[in-house]
């Protein structure tokens, strides 16, 4: 006997036009009914576009006619009457400005071990520095490190309203899924866990009055990126890159991303830019400046470079980032000028 999950499950062939996603993990689906060898659903869309209709209607009748044993197909969709025409925004229209919260800025990077989550830790330390209210949400569900980096190691409270009231350090509140792990318990979940986590990890946190909430992403281009993108409206993103060209290639792939969902680049930092020995010789381990050019051939803010420092690293481990330990020193300047060319882009 046909199910709701077979009709679901056959509906996930048709990806929204323009997007690598399908139907049903937009959360499109409102209505399945089987009976007889008849299939009915009822999906509502966030767009008034004719076009991105029709084709998501004939794409999912053709989807569901191959079912073994339909032998009738009825597909209802409903558009929201007056909504924009198409656009690669169309899936997020639903997105909620969290209330309190004035900027909401991603920090991303195309692959691991750029120093992505050091850099949002001390962005947010530097942004603290400058005045603002910040929040920094670690949205690796898999490899969270932001508890160390700002030397957190407690559980989330509950307030009247079941709200997680987020911990803070050094001015920061902050949340992430190392708080609510035992140990080195791992995370082992799929796209949907992954996504259902981000949603709540913005709306239900009482993250209260905040100029910035930053938030570190994982790196690549998946489910955690797109469902962020998809539950609050970002007012930018920062790409976060080493000089050499492997790392260079897989920003432009981050870039493209932002693009995709219409968010805008507020700018490309490069980090481990250079190396000043102890004899006082420059080295420039891997390379130095592709940051700075390829901010320039994608017409994006350069905001700026942080050479390699043992300080920053022994910092980080010691989970008082160098901004906070030290804020008039090299290192801890690097990252303020990165947090006042953010602040200044966003003014």
């Known amino acids: 006997m046909l199910t709701e999950e077979d009709v679901k499950n056959a509906l996930r062939s048709v ?12 959360g499109l689906i409102k209505q399945v009914a089987t009976k007889n060898g008849a299939v009915s659903v009822s999906m509502e869309l966030t767009t008034g576009s004719p076009e991105i209709v029709s084709q998501i209607k004939t794409a999912s009748e053709q989807a569901l006619r191959a079912l073994p ?52 830790v001390n962005l947010a330390c530097g942004l603290k520095h400058l005045g603002e209210k910040v929040g920094l949400l670690d949205c690796d569900i898999y490899g969270p490190s932001i508890p160390l980096m700002m030397g957190v190691n407690q559980r989330p409270t509950v307030n009247d309203e079941e709200k997680l009231v987020p911990p803070s350090n050094h001015g920061v509140r902050l949340m992430s899924m190392g708080f609510l792990l035992e140990g080195d318990q791992p995370v ?15 709306g239900a946190v009482a993250w209260g009055e905040l100029d910035f909430l930053l938030v570190d992403l994982p790196p690549g281009t998946g489910d955690a990126q797109l469902s962020l993108c998809q539950t609050v409206p970002l007012d930018g993103g920062v790409i976060v890159t080493t000089p050499q060209e492997a790392s260079l290639g897989v920003v432009r792939k981050g870039i493209a991303m932002f693009q995709k969902v219409n968010v805008p680049i507020l700018g490309i930092v490069e980090n481990m830019s250079y190396f000043i ?7 420039e381990i ?11 051939r994608q017409n994006v803010p350069f905001l700026g470079e942080v050479p390699i420092f043992t300080e920053i690293r022994e910092a980080g481990d010691r989970g008082v980032p160098i901004v906070v330990v030290d804020s008039s020193s090299p290192p801890a300047q690097a990252f303020i000028k990165i947090a006042e060319g953010l602040k200044a882009g966003l003014s």
């Not at 979940?189 to 709540?200: F, H, S």
């Not at 390379?287 to 320039?296: D, F, I, M, S, V």
């Open 15 to 26: 990806k929204y036009p323009g997007f690598s996603r399908d139907i049903v993990s937009f």
């Open 69 to 120: 044993g339909v032998n009738a197909v009825y597909v209802d969709v409903k558009a929201q009457p007056g909504a924009q025409a198409a656009s690669p925004q169309s899936p997020w229209s639903q997105q909620q400005k969290v209330p309190g919260i004035r900027r909401v800025v991603a920090v991303a990077s195309g692959k691991g071990g750029v120093g992505k989550s050091t850099l949002s």
């Open 188 to 202: 082992i979940w799929r796209g949907p866990m992954i996504m259902k986590t981000i949603q709540q990890f913005v």
């Open 277 to 283: 020995a102890p004899g006082g010789q420059r080295v």
């Open 286 to 296: 891997f390379g130095h400046g592709g940051g700075r050019a390829e901010a320039e």
